[in-house]
């Protein structure tokens, strides 16, 4: 016969060495190997609700503009970095525009800077105010892999460039980009003849480019309020060979389900400046595909499944409980005789005829 018994791991961010400086992934060696591991869950996680909203690892803000010089059509790509911290949806907004006019090559030629500002209005969402100062331009957020931003501030990708769906386009700072390479709206021809028709640039024709002009500011709002101020949740992953765990992800254009190495999402219910608790009342167990764990991983992943970094995560304790299968030791002939012995003198009281 087998028994089950479990170890519980308990983790202490204090404790640990973290494999990157600034993200949310560890490594834990067990100085004693767990062996005949058979499932592992997550019994409970307590943190801190007051990390930051922006960190080192999503700060970088990015959008596209489209500019005619002539005949040529040109399109380049700019962007801030943004301090890290924490901001209210006012001022992050605000921090955003100051980083704008701060920009020293926010221009194609020798033409004026456009301006481009943002607020947060009485619906809770983003406004961005765009004006290209002298000369006609377009304008399109730049949603690059490695960054949620523009999604947390409530943009919807349908608003702007996809860096996946478009993975030829450079990302830095002034890096012209190749219409060309664009699969997402419309072709490089169809832009020439926008931008030729400047009567055109009061049209949203220019899908998923918005006209941006000199004689009238153009309002672009995000199609979601703004969820920048506070975070769902969190997932728990982790490295250990587990085949339970599925999650959704976009396959040739389909919605597809694949095995992942999730272990458990965390909702975050609280307020900020609260405490985060949360404690598995019902344990959601991952069967093992390994007989024994001397060294494993966990990383801390946000809603849209980029690691988390410290910043955002200031500090937790979390216990992972490893079950384990073990077997009963052998009896000799006579210890087990002695047991049935045992056992029936116990089912079998001897009684006493009055």
Same mark, same amino acid.
Not at 291 to 298: R, V
């Given at each position: ?20 400086? &600034? ?41 596209? $503009? ?36 701060? +920009? #020293? ?45 523009? %999604?947390?501030?409530?943009?919807? +990708? ?38 030729? =028709? ?46 339970? #765990? ?13 095995? &992942? ?7 975050? =219910? ?7 608790? %949360? ?29 988390? =970094?410290? $910043? ?12 384990? $299968?073990? $077997? ?27």
């Amino acid at each position: 016969m087998n028994n089950r018994e479990h170890h519980y791991v308990h983790i202490n961010s204090k404790h640990l060495n973290w494999d990157h400086e &600034t993200t949310t992934e560890f490594t834990l060696h067990l100085e004693q190997p767990i062996k005949r591991c058979r499932r592992v869950a997550l019994k409970s996680l307590s943190l801190p609700n007051t990390g930051y909203n922006i960190g080192t690892e999503d700060n970088i803000l990015r959008w596209i $503009e489209g500019y005619k010089d002539g005949s040529i059509s040109l399109f380049v790509a700019f962007s801030v970095t943004l301090t890290p911290g924490y901001y209210t949806a006012s001022e992050l907004c605000t921090h955003i525009n100051d980083e704008i006019l701060a +920009m #020293s090559n926010h221009f194609f030629q020798f033409e004026t800077p456009p301006t481009i500002s943002f607020s947060f209005n009485a619906k809770f969402r983003i406004e961005i105010s765009v004006n290209s100062g002298t000369d006609d331009k377009l304008f399109s957020p730049y949603f690059t892999s490695g960054s949620n931003l523009w %999604h947390r501030l409530g943009f919807d +990708m349908s608003q702007g460039i996809d860096h996946q769906a478009n993975i030829k386009l450079p990302t830095q700072s002034g890096d012209v980009i190749d219409m060309e390479d664009i699969s997402y709206g419309k072709s490089i021809q169809q832009y020439d003849d926008l931008l030729d =028709n400047i009567a055109a640039l009061t049209l949203d024709a220019f899908e998923p480019f918005r006209s941006m002009r000199a004689s009238a500011n153009t309002i672009i709002v995000s199609s979601s309020p703004t969820t920048i101020e506070n975070f769902a949740g969190l997932f728990v992953s982790t490295d250990l060979s587990i085949n339970s #765990s599925w999650e959704t992800h976009k396959l040739n254009g389909r919605n597809s389900v694949a095995p &992942t190495h999730i272990l458990e999402w965390i909702p975050n =219910n609280v307020s900020r400046y609260s405490y985060l608790n %949360h404690e598995v009342n019902m344990l959601s167990y991952h069967k093992l595909y390994q007989d024994e764990i001397t060294d494993f991983k966990l990383i801390l992943k946000d809603f849209d499944g980029a690691t988390m =970094n410290k $910043e955002q995560i200031k500090e937790f304790n979390m216990v992972i409980i490893i079950e384990t $299968e073990t $077997e009963d030791q052998e009896l000799t002939d006579d210890e087990q005789a002695n047991l049935w012995a045992r056992s029936w003198a116990k089912n079998h009281p001897t009684r006493i005829l009055q």
